[in-house]
């Protein structure tokens, strides 16, 4: 099976710009995470989509956004872009997100703002 | 508040040694964890996992080890190889969704 992949996997933008980032999970998973990874703050929970509704959510901001398709495929959008948004951005999938279903990475997609 | 704690950032081993890596949490509503691997400009990538209701859980040479009681963890990689050089977080989860609470991680270097 082929594992969760990232696009783009770079990405350099200017402040006050908006980004979207896209995730495509592993076949047959329905649950997608997402994770920001900074030097300073390690990984963080994002939210967490799940049959296209969202499930979880952690302490972001507003500005931070995503849905998930039906095909499970996710986006996550950030408007109003800071420099402190420079981060790795991960996602993650798993068959159901429950207890017992572990989550795999994608590789991530580094964002700049400059 | 850090829910999940890996208080040792760095760790070096001898190649053929035992690494053990620790790991405390303090929410009691945790009843899942994971070990991660990561390499720079990777993502993590899954190694072992525990439920609450064991105490052990072992895959080839690696171990996971949870004290309830303590509230602790820890992983033991026997023997320890130069391949296994990379971060390792310990990762914590609650019922009800993916929502995964990251450690900050540990450095571990195998010396050969």
Excluded at chain 1, 6 to 31: A, D, E, M
């Amino acid at each position: 099976k082929a594992g969760v992949t990232q696009t783009p996997r770079y990405l350099i933008k200017t402040r006050g710009q908006q980004v979207t980032l896209s995730c495509s999970p592993i076949s047959g998973h329905r649950s997608v995470s997402w994770y920001q990874q900074t030097p300073g703050q390690g990984l963080q929970f994002l939210f967490e989509y799940f049959s296209e509704t969202q499930r979880n959510k952690g302490n972001f901001p507003g500005r931070f956004s995503g849905r998930q398709f039906s095909n499970s495929r996710s986006e996550m959008n950030v408007s109003t872009l800071e420099l402190g948004d420079s981060a790795l951005y991960l996602c993650a999938s798993s068959l159901a997100g429950e207890v017992g279903y572990e989550q795999y990475f994608g590789p991530g997609t580094r964002l700049t703002v400059t | 508040d850090q829910q999940v704690k890996q208080n040792s950032p760095s760790l070096s081993v001898q190649e053929g040694r035992i690494s053990i890596l620790n790991c405390d949490y303090t929410n009691s509503m945790f009843d899942y964890f994971l070990w991660y691997k990561k390499y720079p400009a990777e993502g993590p990538t899954f190694l072992i996992s525990i439920s609450s209701i064991k105490d052990k859980n072992e895959d080839g040479r690696f171990t996971v080890f949870l004290n309830k009681s303590a509230k602790h963890l820890s992983l033991h990689i026997v023997p320890s190889q130069p391949g296994d050089s990379a971060v390792y977080f310990c990762a914590a989860k609650s019922r009800g969704g993916g929502k995964l609470i990251f450690g900050q991680g540990t450095e571990l270097s195998v010396k050969p």
